[in-house]
């Protein structure tokens, strides 16, 4: 017997042994469910987060998720389409529909298919890594005989592909793309880029790669590239039908067929062509095709900005500085908050934004440079520079000159994420292959997966304060104390408790720092009713209507506060008013009715 255990411990340490467990570690099967598990286990605490933030306007309060048909025959929405963007994100709200239709307003459906979502992506990550390292382009670099001399001193494709995607998973930048429900439009934007993306790389591949020649007839290899194409093509219109973010997926496409394949131009721009087309599906629906084009000139500049007058050599110079503080979230991801109190800058010569500009500048830079040593040096260094490229192309959209009301959300690096990803990943793997001794890599590895297991924890960490409306606007009021509308949210959420002072307190700060912030107004009067401070009240309301004269809301409760006091003829006109701004506002119909009532038993 004890011949025969030092038998097997000698066979243990033997490097056939060796490569046997390496290539179990491999197997995909394993990492596509280590993958899952780690975006549960970092999400598990979000499935009863309710709705917050914008969730209740988008979905809550918004009639088109509650009625399919409005999908189906738009035309019955005539009113309803050019809601936030219907058109444009019309793919998203059919989720939220077929949500409501399943399960009504019930946040768990929502957060499933949110994290189902989020986990998909990180899968496709994976699949996006391992098909470029598997591209005729890194084969001498990744031979099967490659593969085995380096392990385990190396790092084999999967490998690579795994660590790419257990950090998209586990990063906390990404919660606010999973955990508030309605920033799904980002994350399912995300998944039909990523699908439309390998799709089409999977049909470049069959198209030239002579193995698949060897094993299938000429007839069925054509279909199987058609298929892959016709899916990309899809995939790309229901990514721009999803979120504007789409609108650069064609280039990412452009730059990765010149990037990483070879061939004859004129066939190479043949291949671009159907899904460069998409091109044209956003600028399109926003500006509406059933106008004469001198109609359409004059939209542009209104599609083109969001909710804000911001100019947009001001709004291009706070985003050099923004996208800094996303570099620094992914970097670090600590301090996040929701709602940032962020500085616009409007001149360039500021120090922070030149200074900003010219570190963007520097990274720009070193991607061009790597991109031009690749062709004599390793193949990794293109595979870093795609990611660069990749980053700020795919933040373009949100962070360049169309002006948006809030300069900066986390949501919007859930995408330009998957660059920064590469970048990082493939340089460990350089670094790798650079030392190739066993201690060294271990101590590599060992750190990366040290780093998955923190940010997991960090990300489970933040979900915590999605909680519920009132630890998520106490953290949001904790970090950005001098703006208005976190102390406006939070002193809703003290309202929904009955926590009235508190509420109080927190509108008046929001006024404090936005002296004309309607909403801020009508909701400390709505306060002030409730604790029948009626006076106090009335003047509230009177502030918000001098701020936004069509605030049906304000108009509906001020008669509410002049009926409370009997004076019915002002009560009446207030109630009338509301009624003419929002004909749907049944509480103001039915007040109505009963001053009139009562008036005539005044009478």
Not at 550 to 562: R, S, T
């Amino acid at each position: 017997m004890g011949e025969i255990s030092g038998k097997i411990k000698t066979y243990r340490k033997t490097p056939a042994y060796e490569n046997r467990i390496w290539s179990f570690l491999h197997k995909p099967t394993l990492h596509i469910l280590l993958i899952t598990a780690v975006g549960l286990l970092a999400y598990s605490n979000t499935f009863d987060v309710p709705f917050q933030f914008d969730d209740s306007e988008f979905i809550v309060e918004n009639p088109i998720i509650k009625d399919l048909t409005y999908f189906v025959e738009p035309s019955k929405a005539k009113a309803l389409i050019e809601y936030e963007g219907f058109k444009l994100r019309y793919i998203g709200y059919l989720t939220f529909a077929l949500n409501y239709y399943l399960h009504n307003l019930e946040v768990t459906g929502y957060h499933i298919f949110n994290l189902a979502v989020h986990i998909i992506n990180a899968l496709f990550v994976y699949w996006l890594v391992l098909l470029t390292l598997r591209l005729p382009l890194f084969r001498t670099t990744y031979s099967e005989v490659g593969i085995l001399q380096a392990a385990p001193f190396g790092l084999h494709p999967n490998s690579i592909a795994l660590f790419s995607a257990l950090l998209f998973v586990s990063h906390p930048v990404q919660t606010q793309a999973v955990t508030y429900i309605w920033q799904r439009v980002a994350s399912l934007a995300t998944m039909f880029y990523l699908l439309s993306l390998m799709m089409y790389i999977k049909g470049r591949l069959i198209a030239q790669n002579t193995e698949y020649r060897t094993q299938i007839l000429e007839r069925d290899l054509k279909l199987s590239s058609l298929f892959c194409y016709l899916l990309s093509f899809v995939s790309a219109v229901l990514a721009m039908k999803t979120k504007g973010i789409a609108f650069t997926l064609p280039l990412i496409i452009a730059l990765y067929e010149f990037m990483f394949f070879e061939g004859r131009l004129k066939r190479r721009i043949l291949y671009l062509i159907p899904v460069l087309s998409t091109m044209l599906i956003i600028p399109l629906t926003l500006l509406g095709t059933d106008k004469p084009v001198g109609e359409l000139i004059s939209d542009v500049s209104e599609v083109t900005r969001v909710q804000t007058t911001m100019s947009r050599l001001d709004y291009l110079f706070t985003q050099f500085r923004v996208i800094v503080t996303y570099i620094r979230l992914l970097f670090l991801p600590i301090n996040q908050n929701l709602d940032y109190d962020y500085p616009i800058y409007h001149s360039f010569f500021d120090p922070n934004v030149i200074l900003s500009f010219l570190f963007i500048a520097i990274i720009l830079g070193i991607g061009v440079y790597l991109l031009y040593r690749s062709r004599s040096a390793s193949h990794h260094l293109r595979l870093i520079a795609f990611g660069i490229f990749w980053f700020f192309i795919t933040l373009s959209v949100e962070s360049g000159i169309i002006p948006i009301v809030d300069v900066i959300f986390e949501h919007r690096v859930y995408l330009p994420s998957i660059g920064f990803i590469l970048v990082c990943v493939t340089g460990v793997a350089m670094l790798v292959e650079r030392v190739n001794t066993k201690a060294v890599v271990r101590v590599i590895v060992a750190g990366v997966i040290t780093g998955v297991i923190m940010l997991g924890g960090m990300t489970y960490g933040r979900n915590r304060v999605w909680q519920n409306e009132i630890t998520l606007w106490e953290d949001v009021v904790k970090k950005s104390p001098e703006k208005s509308r976190p102390h406006n949210n939070l002193g809703k959420a003290y309202a929904e408790h009955n926590r009235l002072d508190e509420a109080i307190t927190e509108y008046k700060a929001a006024i404090m720092f936005k002296p004309d912030f309607a909403d801020a107004h009508h909701n400390l009067g709505v306060a002030y009713i409730n604790q029948n401070r009626l006076d106090e009240a009335i003047s509230e309301f009177k502030s918000t209507l001098q701020f936004n004269p069509y605030y049906a809301d304000a108009h509906y409760h001020l008669g509410l506060a002049y009926r409370m006091q009997n004076r019915w003829d002002k009560a009446i006109s207030e109630f009338k008013s509301a009624l003419q701004i929002r004909p749907d506002l049944a509480v103001a119909g039915k007040e109505l009715n009963f001053a009139y009532k009562a008036k005539k038993m005044m009478n």
